[in-house]
């Protein structure tokens, strides 16, 4: 079992930064494929990055590849999410996510196990 919550969400500028955190429960953290999602109002969830357990493969959206970085520390049982360049279009709750990784970095939302509660980031024009 894996608990997830995420922090760093908050109201920014078009153009800001913003890091959102996914801190993780459990001492088989590093086992886990992370993900981060996001759902804006009145529109589906999507996918936005995703990491495998050593950092090594990375996996992004078209949307944010090039201002949207992933990163984890095992050590910490931490996943973080560098916005860069934030746009309106990225306001959004945005959702921690792990699984066990049977399908690497490109698995869908459905594949994933665990969820964090959500943290909200809001872009302003």
């Known amino acids: 079992q894996v608990q997830l919550v995420e922090s760093g969400g908050g109201l920014v500028q078009a153009g800001g930064s913003l890091r959102l955190s996914c801190a993780a429960s459990g001492r088989t953290f590093s086992r886990y494929v992370m993900g981060w999602f996001r759902q804006a109002p009145g529109k589906e969830r999507e996918f936005v990055a995703a990491?495998?357990?050593?950092?090594?493969?990375?996996y992004y959206a078209d949307s944010v590849k090039g201002r949207f970085t992933i990163s984890r520390d095992n050590a910490k049982n931490t996943v973080f999410l560098q916005m860069n360049f934030l746009k309106p279009e990225d306001t959004a709750i945005y959702y921690c996510?792990?699984?066990?990784?049977?399908?690497?970095?490109?698995?869908?939302?459905?594949?994933?196990?665990?969820w964090g509660q959500g943290t909200q980031v809001t872009v302003s024009s």
């Open positions: 990491i495998n357990w050593s950092g090594g493969s990375v």
């Open positions: 996510a792990a699984y066990g990784g049977r399908k690497g970095v490109a698995a869908t939302q459905y594949d994933y196990d665990y």
